[in-house]
């Protein structure tokens, strides 16, 4: 008697490799003339592309890996306060949580600012194993002018559990309020100083140090005085020149 025997895997399990063996078992049954029938050693054999091959007995292995998770880093956002922020114009890095050498090629995946202000990145994180995992995201900081950078760390913790043969990633992020983060910068440009002079003239007596005050306003195009108008004062000096009006010119007319 012959005997064919294999797994089935038509009712496939999520995450599972199935053993694909095949083996023969041969039976050889006499009678004894006793009035039974007696049932031999089994003879086990086992498919191959060389043709059967003995084996002393039977095993299946089949192997588990459920299939991997992704996160997508779409949670971080970039403001600028003071000015109008270039697209790319600041990049953001994941990092391990003990990744010590911080940079970008040793980033897990580094991201850049749209003109809305989220920003992308160049690759989701991977996991191919349940656990839970810690990673650092932080901004790049640039040799932007008058920018003060937004220097917050912010941990990322990922939970990765196995539902069913297929891996599924969650994140919660330290410190933060919801499910996005948002980096803020500032920029302030550096002041520029303007001197206004003149001269004085008294005829008639001797000019004496200080003797006379002026006062310098803000002004609107008008000619009338702005609001919130800041003053300057200066005066004259024996040279007959006042002192200069000096002050910080703004980087956008008011």
């Known amino acids: 008697y012959y005997y064919v025997i294999k797994e089935n895997s038509n009712a496939a399990l999520p995450g599972v490799t199935y053993d694909m063996s095949e083996y023969q078992v041969a039976v050889t049954v006499t009678d004894n003339l006793k009035g039974n029938l007696v049932a031999g050693t089994p003879v086990i054999t086992k498919k191959t592309t060389a043709g059967n091959e003995p084996v002393s007995a039977i095993s299946f292995t089949n192997k588990y890996v459920p299939a991997e998770a992704s996160l997508t880093i779409d949670f971080v956002n970039k403001e600028l306060v003071g000015r109008n922020m270039g697209y790319g114009e600041f990049s953001f890095g994941v990092f391990k949580h003990d990744q010590t050498v911080r940079n970008e090629s040793t980033a897990e995946s580094i991201g850049s600012n749209r003109d809305l202000g989220n920003v992308v990145f160049n690759k989701a994180l991977l996991f191919d194993k349940a656990g839970v995992y810690y990673y650092d995201i932080l901004e790049f900081a640039s040799d932007a002018k008058g920018v ?87 005066k004259n000096n024996v040279s007959n020149i006042f002192k200069s009006f000096a002050m910080p010119i703004r980087a956008q007319k008011q």
């Open 148 to 234: 003060t950078f937004d220097e917050t760390i912010y941990q990322l913790i990922v939970t990765v559990t196995d539902n069913n043969g297929q891996l599924q990633a969650d994140y919660e992020i330290v410190g933060a309020t919801g499910k996005e983060i948002t980096f803020v910068n500032t920029y302030v440009p550096k002041p520029v100083t303007y001197a206004v002079s003149g001269t004085k003239e008294l005829t008639g007596s001797p000019l004496n140090n200080g003797e006379f005050t002026f006062k310098m306003t803000e002004a609107l195009d008008s000619g009338e005085v702005a609001p919130n108008a800041k003053v300057y004062y200066a």
